[in-house]
């Protein structure tokens, strides 16, 4: 358990939909990033928040959007799904260790749209 | 952006023989990172190396910033050694990481 929960594991929904997938960050870490991997893209960076406030953003569609709550545990949110946006996506949390910055990946939702 | 290139893309090894992974990039960063990707789908942090050396283990990461590259050594490998590899760097603030394509690595009894 790498102390980054993410759910579900695991979501088959159809194209037009929209899912909500969760992400609690290790305790004590106080930024969160959401990550999608797929086949042709590889990983991809979609955005981050920081202690409640989102700090970078990437190539997140804007069907897509993130927040992060007080507790610090974030959510994804997917609407309009299309058959394209099947794919892992990872949530992962860092804080300054030492001087790193090392990321902890939650074992993400794998989603399928049908 | 920054563009992060991997080599070799794919790799099978004897369980027990060496290996070098090579990680080039094509600007300055503030952060690296090496991550292996198990049959499984989790992606687990291996080192947090934006220059300098470090070791864990079989596994010992060098990174040579002014040259732009960073190597991942993986000694005695291992079946449980397989799977991908990847390189991820970080440029600026805001901590947010851009990763190659991986190395695939397949070791095998």
């Known amino acids: 358990d790498s102390g980054v929960t993410q759910t579900p594991k695991h979501l088959i929904t159809a194209t037009g939909q929209r899912v909500t997938l969760r992400c609690s960050p290790r305790s004590g870490d106080l930024s969160v990033y959401w990550y999608q991997q797929s086949l042709d893209q590889g990983l991809q960076f979609l955005i981050q928040y920081y202690n409640g406030e989102e700090r970078a953003k990437g190539n997140i569609l804007e069907r897509f959007s993130a927040q992060q709550f007080p507790d610090l545990h974030s959510e994804l949110n997917l609407s309009s799904l299309e058959l394209g946006d099947s794919a892992l996506y990872f949530c992962a949390s860092s804080v300054p260790r030492g001087g790193g910055y090392g990321y902890t990946f939650g074992s993400g939702t794998r989603l399928t749209v049908v | 952006g920054i563009q992060v290139e991997q080599s070799p893309p794919d790799l099978i090894l004897q369980e027990g023989a060496n290996s070098t992974l090579r990680c080039n990039f094509s600007d300055s960063v503030n952060n690296l990172q090496w991550f292996h990707q198990n049959p499984w789908g989790q992606l687990i942090n291996l080192f947090y190396?934006?220059?300098g050396t470090k070791q864990n283990g079989r596994l010992s990461a060098t990174t040579v910033a002014t040259e732009r590259y960073s190597l991942l050594y993986i000694s005695s490998s291992q079946t449980t050694d397989s799977g991908v590899y990847f390189c991820?760097?970080?440029?600026?603030?805001?901590?947010?990481?851009?990763f190659g394509t991986g190395t695939q690595l397949k070791v095998e009894l």
């Open positions: 991820a760097v970080g440029t600026g603030g805001g901590n947010k990481l851009t």
């Open positions: 190396i934006p220059s």
